[in-house]
C-alpha cells in the first residue's frame, strides 16, 4: 500500500486501486494496532472525530478495503470481522523506508529491542493467542506520536530527501553517484509523493463519468453504475471525496446520463433513455424533486447547456428528418422549443453548445470528429470560427475569466488537455494526459475532468449458431498489456492488422495469426485511432490514415510483407478513412473540405495529379461490398445507412436502413464476405451484442460476443465465408475517477502550438 497516493495493489491485480482518505485511515487504524480488534466506536472516534457520521460510514469503508485486496469474508486473509466487537487485521505488516540497507538493518534492531523506550513509533506487542479477543479502547485524542499521521509524515519527509539526493547526484554527475553506491544504494519507497496539479476525488471500482460542478465548486455530480445496479445513475458528492449518494433512480432498463448544473445550483438536468424512450429531466440536488421537460431521440441523444438565466436549455447535436437541426431552446416553464436564428446548413452538426460566463456568446463544436470550435451572439447571428484544429473532441467548457476554453482532444491515442485563447485561436498544452470531459465552476476557479485509460485486447470469436444454446469460441490474439484497437483481418483470413501502443506510442501491427513469431510493427506509419487500415482484395497492401512527423494528416500505403511504407499524394487534406475498390486504379478516401466537412472522394489514381471523379457529402464512415459492386456508408448528421454505386453517382444512393447504425455509433458496424452488416450494440445483460442489421427481419440473428467485456468503440471486422469470425477489440481493464484541480490565474508551463 502505498499512503501518500491511497493506493493498494493486491497480489494478482493488475493496477493498483485508489481507495478514499476515510477508507486509507481506518486501514492505517487496523494497522496501529494489528493483530487485534479495534471497535467500531473507536474507528469512528479516531476517523470521523467531531462530527456525527452514520453508523454505515465503517462498513462502507470496510467494504472498499476488502474489494481493494480482494478479500473474500467468509475466508478472510486481511481484515476479520469480529461480531459485535469489530474489525482485526490478519495480515502482517512491514513499513518500507527510502533508507540505506545498513541504516534499515538498525532500525529493524531497535525495533526489535523490547527494553527501548523512544522510538519513531510505539512498541507493538504482539497478540496472545490464548488472550480472549476484546475491543481495544482508543484516547480521546491523538497520541503526540506514534500514531498513522506520524508514520504517513515520515514516509513523506524520507520521500522529500530522497528527491534532493537524487537531484544533488544528477547535478554532480558520476562520482557523486559512485560514492553513494559505495556508501549505500537507497531504495526508492513507495511513499514518493504525487507532483501532479490535481487530486482524485472518487475512487469506487468501476467507472465515473461526465462531472458537472455545482456554481460554488462545492459539489460535483457524475454518471456512475451503482452496486447491484445494472443501469446508470446520478451520483453526487462533495469536492473533497466523500462518500456520494444517489441523485437519480432510475426504472429498470433505464440508464441516465449527462448531468448538467443550473447557473443558480437549484436544479441538476440530465437524460434518461429506456427503452426507445428519450425524456429530459431535472432534479433538485437532494434528490426530492424530479420531473420531465421534454423528450429527445434515443438514437441519437442531444448534447446541452442552461440558459444563463436558468429558465430554459440550450440543445446542439439534435437531428432530423432532413439532416441536423441546429442549436434549439427549450422554455422550462411552458415545454415549448424554438430555433436558434443564426447561419447553419442541415449537413452541420453543432453540438456541445456553452454560453460565455458573461452571457455575451454561445460556443459549440461543429462537424465532430473533425470537429473545431465556433461561436455567435447568444440572441443567435453570424457564426465564427474561433479554430482550426479538426480535432476529436471529447467535452470542453468555459474557463472562469470568459476568454479562453479548456478542452479535450485525442492525440496518438490518448485523450488530452487543451487551452484555446477565444481571441488569438492560440492552443497551448495543459499537461493532463489521460483526462478528457473538462467542466469548470463560474465563480470559483477551479475544474473537474474525467481521468481514463482504459486498456483493449484482441480477440477472435468463433460464432455459434444464434439461440440460447449457441457456444462461441473466444480466443486471443497478441496478446499485451497496452492498448490494442481496429482488428483488421485480410481477405486470406490469415493476416491481422492492428493499431497499437504496446511500443510506448501509436503504431501499426501486422502478424500472421498461423505464425504468431511473425507479430511486428511497421516502420514509418503512425497511424490514426479513428478509423481501421483497409486491406486490399489480393491481401498484399493496406492503406492507412495517419501523421507525418509535422502532424500533417497523410495517407499511406503499406506492403506488410517486405515493410515497404509509401506515401500516397491526395489533392485534398485531411484523410480520415480509405479504401481500395476491385479497380487497383480507383480508390476511395473520405476527407474534410476546408470548413470542415467530410465527404467521400472516388479518385483515379492512374494519372498525377490524382483526378477526382465523384464525391458524396456528409458521410462519416463507409465500407466497400465489392461482392455486390456497392458502397455502404453511415451520415454525419443522421442515424441510419446508405448506399451507393461504386461510382458514387448521385442516382445510386439510396437509404437501406432508416435507424441503425446510430449516429453516435457510426463505426460499429461491418460487412460480412457475404454482404451481410452486422452491428454491435452494449445492452444491459450484454457488454458486446452482435446483432445482424442487414438484410434486417424478425429472425436476423444476434450473438453475444461477451456478456461482462464491452468493445472499442472504433471498429471490428469479419471474417469466414459468411462472416461467422469476428475480430474485436475487448475492454481488458477500464475504470474512471473524477478529478479535481484548483486553476491559476494563468495557466503554467504551457507549449504553444496547433493541434494537427
Known sequence: MDVPLREIRAPGKRRPLRITPKSMSVLLVLIEQAGRVVSRDALMAEVWPDTLPTNDVVTQAITQLRKAFDDERGNPRYIETIAKNGYRLLAPVEWIYSQGAEEAQAEDARWADPSRTTSKYPAIAPADPTEPLAPVPFPATSLPRGNWRSMAAVVGTVAVLVSA?????????????????????????????????????????????????????????????????????????????????????????????????????????????????????????????????????????????????????????????????????????????????????????????????????????????????????????????????????????????????????????????????????????????????????????????????????LYRVALGQPGAGSVHVVEPLFASTSRDLLPTIAPDGHQLAFISDRSGANGLWWGDLSQPDTLRMMSGVRPGSRYAPAWSADSQRLLVTGVDGGNRSILQEVTPASGRVARLDLPEPDPLQAQYTPDPNRLLVLSANSDGHPALRLYDRSQKPWRSLARIGGVSNFKVDAGRRRILFTRLTEGGLWQADLDLTAASVTRIDEAEPTSDRYRLWAVAPDGEVRYVEQLQGCAASLRQILPAGPDAPTSCMDQTRRSAINGFSLGGPRGDVAYVALIEWDGADIGYMELPEEPKAFVPGWIN
Open 165 to 457: 539526493l537524487l537531484t544533488w547526484a544528477l547535478v554532480r554527475g558520476g562520482d557523486v553517484t559512485r560514492s553513494v553506491d559505495e556508501q549505500s544504494t537507497p531504495s526508492i519507497s513507495h511513499g514518493l509523493r504525487s507532483e501532479r496539479p490535481y487530486r482524485l476525488i472518487t475512487s469506487m471500482p468501476g467507472f465515473e463519468l461526465a462531472p458537472t460542478l455545482s456554481p460554488d465548486a462545492g459539489m460535483v455530480a457524475y454518471v456512475a453504475i451503482p452496486e447491484g445496479q445494472r443501469g446508470t445513475s446520478i451520483m453526487v458528492q462533495t469536492t473533497e471525496q466523500t462518500q456520494p449518494r444517489l441523485l437519480t433512480r432510475p426504472p429498470e432498463g433505464a440508464d441516465d446520463s449527462a448531468p448538467a448544473w443550473s447557473p443558480d445550483g437549484r436544479w441538476v438536468a440530465f437524460i434518461r433513455i429506456a427503452g426507445n424512450a428519450c425524456s429530459i429531466r431535472v432534479v433538485t440536488p437532494n434528490a426530492r424533486g424530479e420531473h420531465e421537460v421534454g423528450t429527445c431521440d434515443y438514437r441519437s441523444p442531444p448534447t446541452f447547456d442552461w440558459m444563463p438565466d436558468g429558465n430554459g436549455l440550450l440543445f446542439g447535436g439534435m437531428q432530423g428528418d432532413r439532416g441536423s437541426l441546429g442549436l434549439r431552446l427549450l422554455d422550462l416553464d411552458s415545454g415549448s422549443w424554438r430555433e436558434l436564428p443564426y447561419d447553419h446548413d442541415s449537413d452541420d452538426l453543432d453540438s456541445s453548445p456553452r454560453y460565455s460566463p458573461d452571457g455575451k456568446w454561445i460556443v459549440f463544436v461543429r462537424n465532430a470528429p473533425l470537429g473545431d470550435f465556433w461561436r455567435i451572439p447568444a440572441a443567435g447571428g453570424k457564426t465564427e470560427r474561433l479554430s482550426r484544429l479538426r480535432a476529436d473532441v471529447k467535452g470542453w467548457d468555459w474557463l472562469p475569466q470568459g476568454d479562453a476554453l479548456v478542452f479535450s482532444v485525442m492525440i496518438d491515442g490518448n485523450y488530452r488537455m487543451f487551452r484555446l485563447d477565444a481571441g488569438s485561436g492560440e492552443v497551448r498544452s495543459m499537461g493532463l494526459d489521460d483526462a478528457q470531459s473538462p467542466v469548470t465552476a463560474p465563480a470559483r476557479r477551479a475544474m473537474a475532468f474525467v481521468q481514463r485509460r482504459p486498456y483493449f485486447g
